[in-house]
């Protein structure tokens, strides 16, 4: 399969008429192969415009929301981003192609193993994959500028938007248990407050760990 056409597909058919417009994340995903961080047995639709399974209930991200969120969190190539979810490794690399640093926060062990495994073959060694649970983001090396969710939450916990440093910019998909869509959203940190705004709707499945408690009713 020549895959290099498929991911110019992807960008002219999927990202482009999607008013994703930087020129740094098309460069970024025009040249990372994201049919190596896909199964091998999912390799041949890497390029598909829908969540990617990648095993254990988890998910690659459709790559025009992906694209989509990392445009509105303008990633400028000094900043250090906390991404949540490391998954394949797929969005981690992206954001490494865009920032300085990027720290990962994952709670599956044998996910970020083979993740880091990718990026190292990729020679991508900006990414460190911290193992730790994911709702609890990781406050050791906090302030960051951007915060990345990695997949669906239903709501972003404050504890992690505590992490955001002054000005940092936080994105995410916002799931709605009554609907299959969700919103994608962006919160950004002034004064010690934090604003959000809705972005587009997208239909990103959820990461675990993160599912809101039941309201205890009489």
Request: net charge negative; aromatic share 6%.
């Amino acid at each position: 399969m020549d895959f290099a056409a498929a991911r110019r597909n992807m960008i002219d058919c999927q990202v482009l008429p999607n008013r994703v417009t930087d020129e740094r994340i098309i460069a970024a995903m025009e040249d990372m192969p994201r049919e190596v961080f896909a199964p091998e047995s999912k390799r041949a639709i890497a390029y598909v415009d829908e969540a990617l399974p990648i095993g254990g209930g988890r998910y690659m991200m459709e790559p025009m929301v992906t694209a989509r969120l990392l445009q509105a969190a303008h990633i400028g190539p000094d900043d250090v981003v906390l991404c949540i979810g490391c998954g394949s490794g797929y969005a981690p690399a992206l954001l490494a192609k865009l920032a300085n640093t990027v720290v990962v926060v994952e709670s599956d062990k044998a996910m970020a193993s083979q993740a880091q495994e990718t990026l190292a073959g990729l020679g991508i060694d900006t990414v460190a994959v911290i193992d730790g649970k994911m709702a609890n983001g990781y406050p050791k090396q906090a302030p960051y500028d951007v915060i990345f969710f990695n997949g669906g939450v239903p709501k972003v916990p404050e504890k992690i938007e505590k992490q955001l440093a002054e000005g940092g910019r936080l994105v995410a998909v916002r799931s709605n248990p009554d609907n299959a869509l969700g919103t994608a959203v962006l919160a950004v940190r002034y004064d010690d407050v934090v604003s959000s705004r809705d972005l587009f709707d997208a239909g990103t499945p959820d990461l675990p760990g993160f599912e809101l408690e039941a309201a205890f009713s009489f």
